[in-house]
């Protein structure tokens, strides 16, 4: 039996062998690549794409990263999932569930905008923000004049990097609206393999920040457990 | 027989006693694939274009404006303007039965005096029928769906009293699971398939607050009316509001409550405290454009399921 996670912008395949997770990550166009040679009744799915890909049962991504987090962490107040297309924030404590998928602003999009701007992978951004010396004060929480204000805070004569660091903590800020009264928060989602943003949500959620090792696949493995 | 078109809760009673045919403009708005320009709330912008463009035809229009909704009063004000006779009906926020009477009383001047005194009397005895519907769908015996196309009709009653009564007892019995059984309250959702996408993701709507609204209140003169309707649960505060569902949910022994809200509505900012004082699983929901219901309501929709099922 395997995990399936195909969401908007990868699609992840998760299974546990010998109690060890084994996981592949690939583009949501080549879902079929980590599906081959395993049959239809074998795959638990999740995901955007959950009930267009074949499988024997289906779970929302919701109760997925439950499942999944558990794996790793057993005592949990609030799951956040920072996807490509939307933030979804899990309070597992008290069975509450918000999902921002109106506004790019707290999404991974948000970051892919900036990385676009500056021409550069979307991986880097973490690295440049750890080299920034100042934090600018970018306060829009609207992602379209978040980047103008980016752009403000260029011309005033801030670096790259700095600005990076000052997107990064925007973003943060947005995100913590989202997030109701918690001690451990869990980090997941391909977003947060990015060290800069990270680091900014430590600062302004104030709260026990864990993440699991491999964030990306926490879904895929959560289907799998639901089903197990 | 001239068509009053409404806004939202107007005593039908009384609009039938005057020999009116109302009309309750919100109904079209689901299925009207618009995209208004002006917009805040899609429900009064949709109406309010469709009433200037003379494309929902009615005689006259009375709003619903006190103690209910601030955008309908704007975009009512935009539909008089536009020619149209309208009339602005408003509720008592403190339940002030002698006022309600005086607006009541006003209403039936401007459309032109009691007539058929008896219709009043009529529409309660519909209206034990609507009861009974919303009874026998919270035991399983009617479709949410079907017993949610009735209970909304209460409201205008689809103009024509004999023709609802048929379509009435035209509803055809079955038995239903009830696996997830959960209130709906709020404005009804602005997407026509709710109720359907909702039981086809294991989710049974046992209860409509608006529409258990429109079948609750009657009376047989204007005094009576007034008594009953001055409790119309939106106009009022909203700790009386909590109270009144408290009770309605527990009788109906609902699993969760979904909590569904419009882009724009004042009714967004109450979320936090029926939150707080309504003890249930809740689920809440944002809507803006009519159509049927997005991908994204039913994904919060599985979810919320799929939660009930871990509780
Ligand atoms: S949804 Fe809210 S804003 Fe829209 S008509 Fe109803 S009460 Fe008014």
Redesign the pocket.
Same mark, same amino acid.
């Given at each position: 039996m395997i995990g399936l996670d195909v969401g908007s912008t990868t699609a992840k395949i998760a299974t546990i062998e010998n109690g060890e997770v084994k996981y592949r990550i690939t583009s949501t166009h080549n879902w079929k690549e980590l599906v081959k040679g395993i049959g239809n009744d074998e795959i638990i799915s999740t995901g955007y794409f959950r009930h267009s890909v074949p499988h024997r049962a289906t779970v929302t991504e919701i109760t997925a990263a439950i499942y999944g987090v558990r794996h790793y962490f057993s005592d949990v107040d609030v799951i956040v999932d920072i996807g490509g297309q939307d933030t979804k924030v899990i309070d597992v404590r008290r069975n509450n569930f918000i999902i921002n998928d109106k506004c790019s602003a707290g999404t991974g999009a948000f970051l892919e905008f900036v990385a676009n701007y500056f021409k550069i992978e979307l991986n880097e951004l973490g690295r440049l923000h750890l080299k920034a010396e100042r934090v600018p004060d970018i306060n829009n929480t609207c992602g379209v004049f978040a980047i103008s204000e980016m752009i403000s805070q260029l011309v005033a004569g801030y670096s790259k990097e700095e600005v990076v660091a000052g997107m990064h903590y925007a973003f943060a800020r947005r995100i913590s609206f989202m997030v109701p009264q918690a001690e451990t928060v869990v980090l997941i989602g391909g977003t947060v393999k990015n060290e800069g943003l990270v680091a900014a949500l430590r600062e302004i959620l104030g709260k026990n920040i864990l993440i699991p090792g491999e964030p990306q696949i926490i879904n895929a493995l959560g289907a799998l457990k639901s089903y197990i | 027989m001239s068509k009053i078109g409404i806004?939202?809760l107007v005593p039908p009673e009384l609009i039938f006693a005057c020999g009116g045919e109302p009309f309750d403009v /919100?109904n079209v708005v689901p299925a009207s694939r618009k995209y208004p320009k002006n917009k805040? $709330? &899609?429900?009064?912008a949709i109406w309010k274009e469709m009433l200037i463009k003379k494309e929902i035809a009615v005689d006259s229009l009375i709003v619903v404006a006190g103690g209910? $909704? %601030? /955008? &309908?009063l704007v975009d009512g004000q935009n539909v008089a303007m536009s020619g149209l006779p309208t009339h602005f009906f408003f509720y008592p926020f403190d339940g002030d039965p002698e006022y309600l009477e005086s607006q009541l009383y006003r209403l039936s001047g401007f459309l032109g005096d009691i007539q058929f005194p008896e219709k009043p009397g009529e529409i309660m005895e519909l209206k034990k029928l609507g009861q009974m519907i919303d009874m026998k769908r919270s035991c399983g015996k009617i479709s949410p769906a079907e017993a949610f196309s009735i209970l909304i009709s209460f409201s205008d009653l689809r103009g024509d009293m004999d023709g609802f009564r048929k379509a009435i007892a035209s509803i055809k019995e079955s038995d239903f699971e009830l696996d997830s059984r959960v209130a709906l309250i709020g404005?009804p959702p602005?997407y026509y398939d709710f109720h359907e996408v909702a039981q086809s993701l294991g989710l049974q709507v046992v209860f409509d607050e608006l529409p258990y609204e429109f079948i609750r209140h009657g009376g047989t003169d204007i005094k009576e009316i007034a008594r009953d309707y001055c409790n119309y649960t939106?106009a009022r505060p909203l700790s009386l509001r909590i109270n009144f569902l408290r009770e309605e949910l527990e009788k109906r022994k609902v699993d969760g409550v979904i909590h569904y809200?419009?882009f &724009? $509505?004042? %009714?967004m900012l109450e979320d936090e405290l029926i939150r707080e004082g309504l003890d249930y699983p809740m689920l809440t929901l944002q809507g803006d454009l009519p159509g049927n219901t997005p991908q994204q309501i039913k994904l919060r929709l599985e979810a919320f399921r799929e939660m009930l099922e871990r509780l």
């Open positions: - | 806004t939202a /919100n805040l $709330c &899609a429900w009064t209910d $909704c %601030h /955008n &309908a404005v602005i939106f809200t419009q &724009a $509505c004042h %009714h």
